[in-house]
């Protein structure tokens, strides 16, 4: 019923920086605690960034903490992932996700993708060297 939709993805050089859109349709987005998830080749998909539906509380992976920087717009029922000083290890598909199996106060987020209901299809990041 949730369909989300990843973009900005791409080619990108160390130490630049990418922003990722996760575009959400089909149902009321703004209640829904989001997060980021990524995935390289040959490894377990990982966390990497989690908001509330307030999107004023927000958490990150060691890996990614401050680099990377999570938001959103409720109102364009979009969310976000500012990465910057992007490394090499950073290279993955990215995929964001939204639990919609019940109702959260504004600070509730989740860093488990076994609690993800919704998932998007990926974007890919290649980080060169």
């Known amino acids: 019923q949730v369909q989300l939709v990843e973009s900005g993805g791409g080619l990108v050089q160390a130490g630049g920086s990418l922003r990722l859109s996760c575009a959400a349709s089909?149902?009321?987005?703004?209640?829904?605690?989001m997060a980021w998830f990524r995935q390289a080749p040959g490894k377990e998909r990982e966390f990497v960034a989690a908001i509330s539906w307030s999107g004023y509380n927000t958490y990150d992976a060691d890996s990614v903490k401050g680099r990377f920087t999570i938001s959103r717009d409720n109102v364009k029922n979009t969310v976000y992932l500012q990465m910057n000083s992007l490394k090499p290890e950073d290279r993955a598909v990215y995929h964001c996700?939204?639990?919609?199996?019940?109702?959260?106060?504004?600070?509730?987020?989740?860093?488990?993708?076994?609690?993800?209901?919704?998932w998007g299809k990926g974007t890919l990041v290649f980080v060169s060297s």
């Open positions: 089909g149902r009321t987005f703004s209640n829904y605690p």
């Open positions: 996700a939204a639990v919609a199996r019940g109702y959260y106060s504004g600070s509730y987020y989740s860093t488990r993708a076994d609690e993800m209901d919704y």
